[in-house]
């Protein structure tokens, strides 16, 4: 898969893959970005939930458990020393809807962690990967 990373302005870059869409990478100020956008340790949890969200959509309409919404939230633990993998990743995955059955959820968010998110499965070498499911839990 090719991928073109371009500097922008300092340390702040724009990363683009063979879907043709240009992402914006970013840091810290002190480190000589412009705090414009995420940086790469960001991206890969947003690419972690993605992946699982998308997994879980795809498999819960599979299943006639359709949510009418749900949502990822991820935390996260990183290695004291360089370099800063991510050793402990939580995800708290919230679904509404009034035909949820809690049981295929599971085994939709267990398929996708298991079977078929790439992300799920790199990260997994050097991070133990948790979650925690709600059903029609209180919005705030």
Not at 36 to 56: F, K, Q, Y
Not at 80 to 89: A, C, F, G
Not at 96 to 104: A, I
Request: proline share 5%.
């Amino acid at each position: 898969m090719p991928v073109t990373i371009q500097r922008a302005k300092g340390s702040t870059f724009i990363g683009k893959g063979p879907s043709n869409h240009w992402v914006v990478l970013d840091t810290k100020e002190e480190l000589g970005g412009s705090e414009a956008s995420c940086e790469p340790m960001e991206l890969i949890l947003i690419a972690l939930g993605g992946c699982t969200a998308m997994d879980v959509e795809s498999l819960t309409r599979k299943m006639h458990t359709p949510a009418d919404d749900f949502k990822i939230e991820i935390t996260s633990e990183r290695s004291p020393e360089h370099p800063k993998v991510y050793t402990k990743i939580h995800l708290r995955l919230s679904f509404w809807g009034e035909k949820l059955n809690e049981n295929l959820i599971k085994k939709a968010i267990d398929l996708s962690q298991k079977k078929y998110c790439s992300v799920t499965a790199m990260l997994g070498k050097t991070a133990e990967i948790t979650n925690e499911i709600l059903i029609n839990p209180y919005r705030n």
